[in-house]
């Protein structure tokens, strides 16, 4: 069984400065993947980033990187120069790449940015 | 240009009724999904459609039954809704089963 563990059910940071949102996962597979997914109040799910577990560099994607240690099991996110338009749920997720496999979501981190 | 769209957006009613969502996506997927987001966030999938074949049912009363006509939409309709069932609703779509997931806006039900 997949298990996503998000500690931080809320986080602050001043704008412009660097933020990481810390993500633990359990898993018994082989092959799996990371994701990151932005919910602003909105509501909408926004895809944020991707890290495959056998990818040999952390995923970037503009201002966002996945910051992945295996042996750790950890998948933190870590957004630079934070804007104040970051302010949102985080979600860690994962999915096992065996199969039809369901993705499993953490419990979520709300991100405010402070001007 | 909407890759994902549910209809309706609001969905208010009273216990016992049966309502459905409807969802499509632009997107040329073959995998759609269906997911439930509580009143704290947290965020369970409910089924998932392959090439219009159901291929996850995860641990949902049978009152909720998904129906996807063909690739690009997947429906769920609910009989006999229940306060517990209160809570938004969002559809995704992803190109196979081991890609990212693209979701709709979400369909916030209200059950009274």
């Known amino acids: 069984a997949q298990k996503i563990t998000q500690t931080q059910p809320g986080m602050f940071v001043q704008e412009k400065e660097a933020v990481t949102l810390d993500c633990t996962y359990d898993?018994?597979?082989?092959?799996?993947?990371l994701f990151w997914y932005k919910q602003p109040s909105s509501g909408e799910m926004i895809f944020l980033i991707y890290?495959?577990?056998?990818?040999?560099q952390n995923a970037t994607e503009g201002r966002y990187s996945l910051n992945f240690q295996k042996a750790r099991k950890s998948a933190n996110l870590v957004i630079s120069a934070s804007q104040l338009g970051d302010s949102a749920m985080y979600f860690c997720?994962?999915?096992?790449?065996?199969?039809?496999?369901?993705?499993?979501f953490g419990t979520g981190t709300k991100l405010q940015v402070i001007p | 240009d909407t890759a994902v769209s549910q209809t309706p957006k609001y969905l208010v009613t009273q216990m016992g009724n049966d309502k459905s969502i409807k969802c499509e996506q632009n997107?040329?997927?073959?995998?759609m999904y269906w997911y439930k987001q509580d009143s704290k966030k947290f965020l369970k999938i409910m089924f998932s459609?392959?090439?219009?074949?159901?291929?996850i049912n995860e641990t949902v009363p049978n009152r909720f039954s998904p129906k996807s006509p063909d690739k690009a939409h997947l429906n769920l309709h609910i009989n006999s809704l229940e306060l517990g069932d209160s809570a938004v609703y969002f559809c995704?779509?992803?190109?196979?089963?081991?890609?990212?997931?693209?979701f709709g806006p979400g369909t916030r039900l209200t059950v009274t």
């Open positions: 898993t018994s597979d082989p092959s799996y993947g």
């Open positions: 997720a994962m999915m096992s790449e065996e199969g039809y496999q369901k993705v499993t």
């Open positions: 459609y392959n090439n219009k074949e159901l291929i």
């Open positions: 890290q495959g577990s056998y990818d040999q």
């Open positions: 997107l040329g997927h073959d995998t």
């Open positions: 995704a779509s992803s190109a196979g089963t081991k890609y990212e997931q693209y």
